[in-house]
Nanobody
């Protein structure tokens, strides 16, 4: 069974950058479409970015377009989310998701952007 572990979150000033990692184990991640979601306090979980199995198609939420980049390293069985020009409204717990016929979630990593 696939297991996902996110890392890379933390506290950063507005305008700064972070790179989130989502390390997979138990199966090869290249079989899965992957996505990043986030959930801010008091808000519903929302999609941030997603990529197909070959990452030949990627999509981004309007709020992060031009600032965030999703990528994967299949040799390391890891998916990344590079986040640049961070804003306080990007503050949330970020979750990694992998899906084929089944859906798997990581435990989340906290990102806090100070003004």
């Amino acid at each position: 069974q696939l297991q996902l572990v996110e890392s890379g979150g933390g506290l950063v000033q507005s305008g700064g950058s972070l790179r989130l990692s989502c390390a997979a184990s138990g199966s090869n991640l290249d079989r899965y479409a992957v996505a990043w979601f986030r959930q801010a306090p008091g808000k519903e979980r929302e999609g941030v970015s997603c990529a197909t199995t070959r990452s030949d198609v990627t999509n981004y939420a309007e709020a992060v377009k031009g600032r965030f980049t999703i990528s994967r390293d299949n040799a390391k069985n890891t998916v990344y989310l590079q986040m640049n020009s961070l804003k306080p409204e990007d503050t949330a717990v970020y979750y990694c998701r992998a899906a084929t016929n089944d859906v798997y979630w990581g435990q989340g990593t906290q990102v806090t952007v100070s003004a």
